[in-house]
């Protein structure tokens, strides 16, 4: 062993050679045997807070997507509230300093009422398109109409299919979506956005709307005004049901068998040139709220739990993916083409007064007076 020291003293290779070894030991240790036997623990964020959602999905259900972010020291208090019942709710909960940290909005409250947030993200979309029960289109040999002369058509050549069916229900009060149709059909008029033109407009849509169930009509559809379009539809008394995607659910729970084929809504001219009604949904934080696991939160759930959640409760992305099936195509593709949210009239005024201006449509002073308080 000596002789070795002593050789190494004046042995210049052999000098640079352990040295070699050595840093070539240190290296592997710390690349690979060290990582392997002695992992460093991560230091992870705990930040010993509740964050409180409010959501329109079952607070069960959402709950397991963002479990995991309990070993930040989080806590989640998930409420679930109907969209218009968060619109309501909210600014109250501000004002009495009992607010949530997170919601889900859509456009037309966010529109109004931008400052309340800190920020927004556009995370899913809806609009206006036609369900068909494809097994009658098939049995009568019938093609999907894409226009509205196309869908006069239709109605005379499935008017006679049997007793107390309906081509489809339009023109009475009793239409789930008949406030959001009646918009879409004053999108025919290319002025339709000026506000001098408003009261005009909203008459001929009223016209059309409910020339489907006037007898001097060729296309008089004949409906009670008790009949329910979607009820109607899911109980296969309909071949034709104008909806929101979302309704599909609604749909499936009366009739889980019912075959439903989706087209573009055939309410205007093809290639569409009218706008249909379209809604965007976001996930807002509240600027009022203080909490530090806000933003790590909204980055991660955007970022690791959207997608799962979007397919899981079929909703349709506000982003196409390249895997996305054809129905939630042709709502991308309305929206994205020919989607109109109309954020140039006040719709929640509109929509609080549309029964008003549908019982008042015979009696034209009541009428004009409804309309006026609406556009002044």
């Given at each position: 062993m000596n002789d070795f020291f002593e050789r190494l003293k004046n042995d210049r290779l052999l000098q640079i050679i352990l040295i070699f070894i050595l840093i070539s030991f240190i290296t592997i240790f710390n690349l690979i045997i060290k990582p392997l036997f002695f992992p460093k623990k991560v230091q992870k964020n705990c930040y010993n807070e509740k964050i409180t959602i409010w959501t329109p999905f079952e607070s069960d259900k959402i709950l397991q997507y963002i479990s995991p972010l309990s070993e930040f020291c989080l806590q989640f208090?998930?409420?679930?509230k109907p969209l218009d019942q968060i619109h309501k709710n909210l600014i109250y909960a501000l004002a009495k300093e009992n607010f949530p940290d997170i919601v889900i909005v859509d456009n037309y409250f966010l529109k109004d009422n931008q400052d309340l947030f800190s920020t927004?993200?556009?995370i899913y979309i809806d609009a206006l398109i036609a369900f068909?029960?494809?097994?009658i289109l098939n049995f009568l040999n019938l093609e999907k109409p894409k226009t509205l002369e196309e869908l006069k058509e239709f109605i005379k050549k499935i008017k006679n299919y049997k007793k107390d069916f309906y081509p489809f229900i339009l023109g009475t009060k009793n239409v789930k979506n008949y406030k959001e149709i009646i918009l879409t059909l004053m999108t025919l008029n290319p002025n339709y956005q000026e506000k001098s033109d408003f009261k005009n407009n909203l008459l001929k849509a009223l016209d059309i709307y409910f020339s489907f169930n006037d007898p001097k009509n060729d296309f008089f559809l004949n409906v009670s005004e008790n009949d329910n379009d979607l009820i109607n539809f899911a109980n296969e008394k309909s071949v034709l049901y104008f909806g929101f995607y979302e309704?599909?659910?609604?749909?499936?729970?009366?009739?889980?068998?019912?075959?439903?084929?989706?087209?573009l809504l055939p309410l205007n001219t093809f290639p569409p040139k009218a706008k249909i009604y379209s809604k965007t949904y976001y996930l807002a934080t509240v600027k009022k709220s203080k909490l530090k696991s806000l933003d790590y939160f909204y980055n991660w759930f955007l970022n690791k739990a959207l997608t799962s959640l979007i397919n899981d409760f079929d909703l349709v992305p506000f982003k196409e993916d390249k895997?996305?099936?054809k129905e939630k195509l042709i709502v991308i593709n309305s929206v994205k083409n020919f989607g109109e949210s109309f954020d140039f009239i006040d719709k929640e005024k509109l929509f609080y007064n549309f029964d008003k201006i549908m019982d008042s449509y015979d009696n034209?002073?009541?009428?004009n007076y409804i309309l006026e308080r609406i556009f002044y």
């Open positions: 208090d998930i409420i679930q927004t993200t556009p068909y029960n494809q097994n309704d599909k659910k609604e749909i499936l729970k009366i009739n889980p068998t019912i075959n439903i084929s989706y087209e895997n996305i099936s034209k002073y009541d009428l």
